[in-house]
């Protein structure tokens, strides 16, 4: 892989270049980063920059030094969210990042109430909307719970959905492939708000009855040109490093 930079970049964008392979997937926990002398040549820049820039990302915990083995990914650096399994999936065609499996797959149809939902999809309190949920574990342990919401219309075009199995191909591309309309994805929200006990269940949190554990969550809406087409909410474990685009 050619890793030379445009004239003039400096650390930060060396330090982006390795981060945006980790979050990809490209690079896993335990893997080894070029040697300081390969990311002077790859990038052609001064052994003060590669410094600064694999500082800049020990900073945010996603690699380590490991003494003869010099710099590697650290363990579990990064939990990404569904919106951005998305993107990784149209860069390199990986599901899972290396050691990333799932467990607990559900799909249901169910009458939806909660007002975010409901409002986030146009859906009357009530309706019915098909709800997907499953637990993102790395190393078998639990990162995080995805929960995708899709109202009638999408599914009508996206029978699969319904499929009480694992979706072979992104929602979004098949959705389009069959209308001809092009789905977006909008501005991701992250919140922090008490986990619910099958929440706290699904990421094998052993808290007392009735504790308030607070939990990060993200949630992103889809649509087309005419209406929304599914709403996602990532519940992220206690600790998870949750990378925010810019």
């Not at 590697?72 to 990333?100: C, F, H, W």
């Amino acid at each position: 892989m050619a890793y030379k930079a445009p004239e003039g970049k400096g650390y930060a964008d060396v330090a982006a270049h390795f981060r945006t392979l980790i979050k990809s997937g490209d690079l896993a926990p335990g893997d080894s980063l070029p040697s300081v002398s390969e990311i002077r040549e790859q990038f052609g820049v001064a052994a003060k920059t590669v410094s600064r820039a694999l500082g800049l990302l020990k900073s945010e915990g996603l690699v380590t030094s490991r003494g003869a083995l010099g710099t590697v990914v650290a363990k579990s650096p990064l939990v990404i969210t569904g919106a951005d399994r998305l993107n990784r999936m149209e860069q390199n065609g990986m599901r899972y990042a290396p050691g990333e499996t799932s467990s607990g797959h559900r799909v249901m149809r169910r009458s939806v109430y909660d007002p975010e939902v409901c409002t986030a999809l146009d859906l009357e309190p009530g309706d019915e909307a098909v709800i997907r949920i499953r637990v993102f574990r790395q190393d078998d342990k639990p990162t995080s719970v995805g929960i995708s919401i899709y109202p009638p219309h999408t599914v009508a075009a996206v029978p699969e959905l319904a499929d009480d199995v694992r979706m072979v191909k992104q929602f979004d591309k098949l959705y389009t492939e069959r209308t001809g309309r092009e789905v977006v994805k909008g501005q991701r929200i992250a919140h922090a708000r008490q986990a619910s006990q099958d929440e706290l269940a699904a990421l094998e949190i052993d808290a007392p009855p009735h504790s308030a554990v607070a939990l990060l969550v993200t949630t992103v809406t889809f649509h087309d040109d005419e209406q929304a087409l599914g709403y996602w909410e990532d519940v992220y474990a206690p600790g998870a490093r949750v990378p925010i685009s810019e």
